[in-house]
């Protein structure tokens, strides 16, 4: 059973950057064909997904935040993790990390807990 735990600070300045990872136990990041996101919900809205890293390393991004957004991964210490520069109140939201198979889908995939992240000066 993989197990997904986020960490990161709970309170962010505005125009700073802010760095989340995901630790992950019970498999291993670079298990064939796994696809390892970050996904966010801002208050009162829906799951905006945000990124992912690929088995194999492959990134990709959503178009309207890949100018801010950078995804990693340290294979040594299975995890992978979110950069999100220049932050404003308009990313106050729970960012949850997720793991899944392509054909099965993020939602029925494996999930975080969620950790809530304020855009506050």
């Known amino acids: 059973q993989v197990q997904l735990q986020e960490s990161g600070p709970g309170l962010v300045k505005p125009s700073q950057t802010l760095s989340l990872t995901c630790t992950v136990s019970?498999?291993?990041?670079?298990?064939?064909?796994?696809?390892w996101s970050w996904i966010r919900q801002p208050p009162g809205k829906g799951l905006e997904w945000m990124a992912f890293?690929?088995?194999?390393?492959?990134?990709y991004y959503a178009p309207s935040l890949k100018s801010r957004t950078s995804i990693s991964r340290d294979t040594s210490k299975n995890h992978f993790s979110l950069q999100l520069s220049s932050v404003t109140p308009e990313d106050t939201a729970v960012y949850y990390c997720?793991?899944?198979?392509?054909?099965?889908?993020?939602?029925?995939?494996?999930w975080g807990q969620g950790t809530q992240v304020t855009v506050s000066s």
């Open positions: 997720n793991a899944y198979l392509p054909w099965v889908g993020s939602a029925r995939g494996y």
């Open positions: 019970g498999g291993s990041i670079t298990t064939k064909y796994y696809v």
């Open positions: 890293i690929a088995y194999d390393g492959i990134t």
